[in-house]
């Protein structure tokens, strides 16, 4: 894969940064002072990130740093302590899991969450159902409107799964594919919902090097075609230093430090803290 240009981050009011290329549009996501606290044990605090409409974003630290607690704030499995989380510009607090889907967040998990006795295309279209608008009726009487909303369904299903290079498991159970090509999955169906910010939450994992570089090159691809914001947590540097725009990093609940990717390998903290301390030459 070609070395990617990385372009330079600015300042939003809010002390978060975006992308040269996303200045003066709103940013897709704003945490702002975002924290939970667990019996007293602060688990996330003063999480400030901004993401840019078309920026791919990485979300590193050690195990244990409060990643897929971000993410499960952000997708409202856990309800923030303190702090805001905008999307869109539009302030979440009120709003549910499904209500977020609906309005532009989308994951996958650490864990792959199929359904695994249905088939690979059945698992897409099952997350296009609130954007299907057929009644009871029309689909119970098989009236035209289902069957085209079936079609269209259908298509945009096969054209998603192709992307991936899962077109020809469409009718394949899910639970049958190899490891690597459910995480493709995963990621299809999630893109079926139609986010403007797409979470992953270690893609890679499980990956051989041929797999993870695939991987890149798709996402690359996803948010070009797409035009939407990604923001994925990895412990694979090779594939967060290639692909990621912007890069956080998480310790002990905190973000210690925020920049594109060349600012995070030369930062201090991040190697102390992160990647540890280097080695003194023995004199």
Aim: aromatic letters at 6%.
């Amino acid at each position: 894969m070609a070395d990617r240009q990385h372009g330079k981050l600015y300042p939003l009011p809010s002390q978060n940064m975006v992308l040269e290329r996303d200045l003066g549009k709103m940013p897709v996501l704003e945490c702002r002072r975002l924290g939970i606290n667990f019996g007293g044990l602060a688990a996330v605090s003063e999480f400030d990130l901004g993401i840019g409409p078309t920026e791919i974003t990485g979300l590193i630290g050690p195990n244990g740093a409060g990643k897929t607690t971000v993410f499960n704030l952000l997708t409202k499995v856990y309800e923030p302590t303190t702090g805001s989380i905008l999307l869109n510009g539009k302030d979440t607090a009120k709003m549910s899991t499904i209500e977020l889907n609906k309005a532009g967040i989308a994951r996958t998990f650490q864990n792959i969450r199929l359904f695994k006795n249905m088939s690979v295309e059945d698992n897409v279209k099952v997350a296009m159902d609130h954007s299907i608008h057929c009644g009871l009726g029309t689909a119970l009487f098989r009236l035209p409107r289902y069957w085209k909303e079936e079609s269209d369904a259908h298509e945009r299903a096969m054209d998603l799964l192709g992307i991936f290079g899962l077109q020809g498991m469409a009718n394949a159970k899910a639970g049958s594919l190899p490891y690597g090509a459910q995480r493709r999955l995963e990621i299809v169906r999630a893109l079926a919902t139609n986010p403007s910010l797409l979470l992953l939450d270690e893609p890679a994992a499980g990956m051989n090097p041929a797999e993870t570089s695939e991987l890149m090159e798709v996402i690359s691809h996803i948010r070009d075609e797409f035009q939407i914001a990604i923001l994925l947590i990895e412990h694979d540097m090779n594939l967060v230093m290639g692909i990621c725009d912007g890069i956080a990093v998480l310790n002990f609940g905190r973000i210690i430090a925020k920049g594109t990717p060349e600012d995070i390998q030369n930062n201090p903290a991040v190697i102390e803290a992160y990647l540890g301390r280097k080695k003194e030459a023995k004199s």
